[in-house]
């Protein structure tokens, strides 16, 4: 796992160097959720809408939106393909993205078209998860995103 500060990203997931959402391979099927470093830059999460089950989506379509303290904004898809099942409980609560962003937060399970094209351009594996991490950080500390540890 990779870890910096505060900060901890899982080893086996993918993630979006932009908008800080991962995916998690599960047999044919991916997750997607924010990571912790995304969830702590948006603030408290107050409210998600995701688009419905059977949906068919392109990589980086807005899958949804996300509401919270610090931002507004779409939930991109990380690959292309059909939405096979939303996070009812994140829907009606959604403070648990704060909460366990690796954990009962996640968004939705895609049904990828391509997933090997489709995640090509993500960060995966330990130590390019480590190294984005720690310029994530740095990037956000120097703007004042962040506080200094």
Sequence with gaps: MASYDEFYLPDDLYYDPKDHLWTKIE???????????????????????????GRTIAKLRAFGSLEAGKYIGPLRAQVAGTILEVNQEVLQDPRLVNEDPYGGAWFVVIQPED???????????AENIQKWLEEQVHEYREKGLFAEK
Excluded: C, N, S, W
């Design 27 to 53: 047999g044919d099927k991916v997750r997607i959720g924010l990571d912790q470093f995304g969830q702590r830059a948006a603030g408290t999460v107050a409210y998600i809408k995701i688009l419905p089950v």
């Design 115 to 125: 997933l090997e094209r489709d995640l090509a351009d993500r960060v995966h594996g």
